[in-house]
Structure formats: structure tokens, C-alpha cells
């Protein structure tokens, strides 16, 4: 069974800390690694693709990338109220056009 | 210009009833796919559409049948609709395995 595991949360950081979301894989073939960001009551909302070990970084975020742990993880600086969502981690099991296995999301609460 | 649109955004409807949910894209992607999403808020694929080639999930039931026109469009029908097909149904498309982009959704409600 391939899965993707993250801490459902919620996690409540204060507004203007780092809030750091981790997500672990089970296929250590994963080609490509997602985050995307859901409000209540909407559709999921790509945020950042890491497909190479390392860190990418845009804005306030930063997508970090392990596979040799199966790990990838989101760091959202600065936080914000407006950040307030569930945060669905995304992994690309297989090379080529295939559907996305999502963990269970983390809801992340930032606080004023 | 919205890139990936659902008709209908809610849907409600008596057990046995059959029911289409239909989707487009305009973004040029050569994949589509649609997702459940339950009450628990899993995301789950249910199919993907990829240049006439058709990817069955196993555990989803043979009363769910994706039907692709062409490229931009993949509708998503539904026989003798059952309580537990409520849920919010996602489509997503994507190109040469990049980034998916999600629909707005449609919220089944099954009475």
C-alpha cells in the first residue's frame, strides 16, 4: 500500500512565526512532491512542486526535500492569519502523467 | 478565465437516481483526472484520463464511469447513486506530469 502520512493537527503557531509542516512517503521510487493548500469549503490550491533533493524556496514558503529519509516538508514564514488552511501533502508515485497520492493534511491554525 | 470548471458545484439526489457531473479545462493539459473527496476530508484518486487511455482505480464500483468527448473535458457519470457517494468530487488536470490543477468541486449529497 503506497501512502503519504502527515500529523492531521492542528497545529497553532502565533502569527509571524514559522509554522513547519512534515509529510513522510512510503515508495522510495516517488518521482515528484507536492503541497497544496485547502480553505474550508474549496478545492485544493497548489502551492509548491519539489521534484530534487534540497530546498526550494518562494515567498514565505520553503518546500525541503529528503529521499533518502522519504521526507519532504513546508515552512511557511511570517506567518499569517490568512495561512489558517489545511495543508494536503501530494507525492507522484510513478514517472509520467499519474495521479497524486495525498496524505490526510495537516490543519494549520495561526493565531493573532 | 477559470482553467479547470465543474458543472454542478451542488448536487443532490435521491438514492437509486442516476447522475453526470461534467468538467473542463482550458488550460491544454493532456491529463484529467477526478478525485474524491469524503467526509473526513481524504482526498482520493478515482481516475485519470490521459490521451484516450483510461486508468481504472480498482476500488472504485463499476456504477462509476468517466467518459472523455475530447482532450479538454472528462464527465464523470454515476448509476444507482448510494448514501455513501456523498462526498465532494474534485477534477484536476495536468501536463507532462507536472502540477495539478483542481476544479472547484462538486458536493454530492445523497438522501
Known amino acids: 500500500q503506497k501512502e503519504v502520512e502527515q500529523n492531521s493537527g492542528p497545529l497553532s503557531v502565533p502569527e509571524g512565526a514559522i509554522a513547519s509542516l512534515n509529510c513522510t512517503y512510503s515508495?522510495?521510487?516517488?518521482?515528484?512532491f507536492f503541497w497544496y493548500r485547502q480553505y474550508s469549503g474549496k478545492s485544493p490550491e497548489l502551492i509548491m512542486s519539489?521534484?530534487?533533493?534540497g530546498d526550494k524556496e518562494d515567498g514565505r514558503f520553503t518546500a525541503q526535500l529528503n529521499k533518502a529519509s522519504q521526507y519532504v516538508s513546508l515552512l511557511i514564514r511570517d506567518s499569517q492569519p490568512s495561512d489558517s488552511a489545511t495543508y494536503l501533502c501530494?507525492?507522484?508515485?510513478?514517472?509520467?502523467?499519474?495521479?497524486?497520492?495525498f496524505g490526510k493534511g495537516t490543519r494549520l491554525s495561526v493565531i493573532a | 478565465d477559470t482553467a479547470v470548471s465543474q458543472t454542478p458545484k451542488y448536487l443532490v439526489t435521491q438514492m437509486g437516481n442516476d447522475k453526470s457531473i461534467k468538467c473542463e479545462q482550458n488550460?491544454?493539459?493532456?491529463?484529467m483526472y477526478w478525485y474524491k473527496q469524503d467526509s473526513k476530508k481524504f482526498l482520493k484518486i478515482m481516475f485519470s484520463?490521459?490521451?484516450?487511455?483510461?486508468?481504472i482505480n480498482e476500488t472504485v464500483p463499476n456504477r462509476f464511469s468517466p467518459k472523455s468527448p475530447d482532450k479538454a473535458h472528462l464527465n464523470l457519470h454515476i448509476n444507482s447513486l448510494e448514501l455513501g457517494d456523498s462526498a465532494v468530487y474534485f477534477c484536476?488536470?495536468?501536463?507532462?506530469?507536472?502540477?495539478?490543477?483542481f476544479g472547484p468541486g462538486t458536493r454530492l449529497t445523497v438522501l
Open positions: 484536476a488536470s495536468s501536463q507532462d506530469a507536472r502540477d495539478q490543477y
Open positions: 488550460l491544454g493539459h493532456d491529463t
Open positions: 484520463y490521459n490521451n484516450k487511455e483510461l486508468i
Open positions: 519539489i521534484y530534487s533533493n
Open positions: 515508495d522510495r521510487g516517488s518521482q515528484s
Open positions: 501530494a507525492v507522484n508515485m510513478k514517472a509520467g502523467n499519474t495521479p497524486l497520492v
